[in-house]
């Protein structure tokens, strides 16, 4: 597009003289894929508008909050009523015990509930608990999952298990992360390993059990029972990093999906985000009550938050939440990205392309490799230059995935039979362009 008449170009240059890199969070940038990112203009239901006017199929919904696709009638009218009524007090509400029960009422693991902002907030909250719970330092952490930005979880492994892992961003002394073990996602000998050598150190394991930030990849069932096992039998807390699974991939979360294959499998702590504040700042995480009864005031686990529990982000949430767990809700979610998956796989088969593709609930993930992988190192063989001609022919054809990789998609409610066939039919044509 011409650079005098294209108000995304125009909104980003304006954007990188003042944010850096003109942008609030670093995906957003385009960086892995080249080009200029979309500036939004607005959202209703399953599409956005950038600032140009062109219309997208939006497969991020915020990154996962949007599972009601955007502007939701009942939740908007849950917000405008609650924004009526004051927009922050710190002093408690009703609205909060609401969600904390809705939240506990899908997740028999959570017996007690604390909200935060973020879910950088919630997962550095989890793992001070389970310090504070537990008396130790060492925690356990895979390579490629992202458990937000907190220092002690910015690192990657070292050369081996009796290394300590190196800090991934600048600004973390490697002293922050000396407790924080890396191990390899579903390496079922080195979790035994690190427990065999380390066990009465670690205070907890945190994982994402569907990866979604290596694109989707399920911790195998052997190795999810492995790490509870292991945390079971040496007084470690097992946390499950929910952010993006949690009321996402069904309503009872990623926990449940593992229950079915391991009877009574629950997590001690999980973290939450995302969908349970519906767009809104909100995440939490909950546990135990003997577990959450150690955070202040009443135990000497500190934790707090000037907006935690915000009334306005909470009437989001509790509304997303109510809409979600009607029982018909998610069979059709699941129904409509089985269908956006097969036929993103059907299209690339008929092109001939390497593609494997999983989903779960209403977030998925697709590769440009012949195989589904089990890991980071497997994931990063996936084919780069491609993938970013794969973004931009579905941009230009009005499909907005995300733009890099690592990341998983989403769908929402709000996207149509009719969407997806479109969105399957650009891919079409897109993937015969790649050969
Ligand atoms: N955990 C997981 C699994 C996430 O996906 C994310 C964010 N994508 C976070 C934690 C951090 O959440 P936030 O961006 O709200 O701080």
New binding site residues.
């Given amino acids: 597009m011409n650079p005098t008449t294209d108000r995304n170009q125009q909104l980003f240059d304006r954007a990188r003289a003042l944010i850096p890199g003109g942008v609030n969070s670093p995906v957003r940038a385009f960086r892995a894929v080249g080009g200029t990112p979309r500036f939004v203009q607005r959202a209703q239901g399953a599409y956005f508008w950038d600032a140009n006017g062109a219309r997208y199929i939006d497969y991020i919904g915020s990154?996962?909050p949007m599972i009601l696709g955007h502007g939701h009638p009942r939740v908007l009218e849950a917000v405008q009523r609650a924004v009526m009524e004051g927009f922050s007090y710190g002093a408690p509400t009703e609205r909060e015990i609401e969600l904390a029960e809705e939240i506990a009422k899908h997740l028999p693991s959570v017996e007690m509930v604390r909200l935060v902002s973020?879910?950088?907030?919630a997962?550095m909250s989890a793992i001070r608990l389970a310090r504070g719970a537990t008396g130790r330092s060492r925690i356990v952490k895979f390579e490629g999952?992202?458990?937000?930005?907190a220092d002690a979880l910015l690192v990657k492994a070292g050369s081996g298990l009796a290394t300590f892992g190196h800090p991934t961003s600048a600004g973390v002394p490697p002293e922050v992360v000396q407790h924080t073990m890396v191990l390899e996602y579903n390496n079922i000998a080195q979790i035994e390993e690190a427990f065999a050598t380390h066990g009465k150190e670690i205070a907890c394991i945190i994982i994402?059990p569907i990866a979604?930030?290596m694109n989707f990849v399920r911790a195998s069932v052997p190795f999810m029972k492995r790490c509870r096992e292991l945390c079971t039998q040496h007084g470690a807390l097992l946390v499950l990093?929910e952010?993006?699974t949690g009321f996402r991939v069904a309503l009872g979360s990623a926990q449940s999906v593992y229950a079915k294959s391991l009877p009574g499998f629950q997590p001690d702590l999980t973290?939450l985000?995302?969908v349970i504040g519906g767009g809104m700042p909100l995440?939490a995480f909950g546990g135990p009550r003997a577990i959450m009864e150690r955070l202040a005031p009443l135990g000497p686990v500190y934790q707090a938050g000037t907006l935690s529990g915000n009334p306005v982000a909470t009437a989001c949430g509790l509304a997303t939440l109510k809409e979600i767990a009607d029982p018909a809700f998610f069979p059709a979610l699941a129904q409509k990205t089985r269908t956006l998956v097969d036929g993103l796989k059907g299209a690339a088969a008929e092109a001939g392309i390497p593609f494997a593709a999983d989903c779960e609930g209403g977030m998925f993930g697709f590769f440009l490799l012949p195989e589904l992988p089990r890991n980071y190192p497997s994931v990063m063989q996936s084919d780069s230059p491609r993938f970013g001609r794969l973004f931009h022919g579905l941009l230009d054809r009005g499909v907005y995935i995300a733009p890099a990789l690592y990341e998983a998609g989403f769908v929402s409610a709000a996207h149509s039979e009719d969407d997806i066939a479109q969105t399957v039919q650009a891919a079409r044509e897109v993937f015969k362009t790649l050969g």
């Fill in positions: 990154w996962g973020s879910g950088t907030e997962a999952c992202y458990h937000g930005h994402e979604g930030n990093d952010v993006m973290v985000g995302k995440a």
